[in-house]
Nanobody, 123 residues
């Protein structure tokens, strides 16, 4: 099982980034997928999640209206479009997979994790 996150980088406040999570080794269309992030000295937190079909999404309050999660099961890939980035979005972003039918925000419900991609937003 592999989840390979990519697309992070250094941007200025107000700019955009698109993260990708390429998966292999499991049937991703049977899994809810999510993005979490972890800033230095802080706990890992839920950012956005999407159910197996892509028909249901859920966002943490700080990113609502700015971030969009999507998935392409044919490509075994999940995306996170991040617009209007703020310095407080600076963190390592992780993609994760859960065999829950519904999107869940708890770290403990996710079985597979990627290695993380770093996002830095300068003011």
């Amino acid at each position: 099982v592999q989840l390979q996150a990519s697309g992070g980088g250094l941007v200025h406040e107000g700019e955009s980034l698109r993260l990708s999570c390429a998966t292999s080794g499991f049937s991703v269309d049977n899994y809810a997928m999510a993005w979490f992030r972890q800033a230095p000295g802080k706990e890992r937190e839920f950012v956005a999640g999407i159910n197996w079909s892509g028909g249901s999404t859920f966002y943490a309050d700080p990113v609502k209206g700015r971030f969009t999660i999507s998935r392409d099961n044919a490509k075994n890939t999940v995306y996170l479009q991040m617009n209007s980035l703020k310095p407080e979005d600076t963190a390592v972003y992780y993609c994760a997979a859960s065999n829950s039918i519904l999107v869940t925000t708890a770290v403990r419900h996710y079985h597979y994790w990627g290695q993380g991609t770093k996002v830095t937003v300068s003011s």
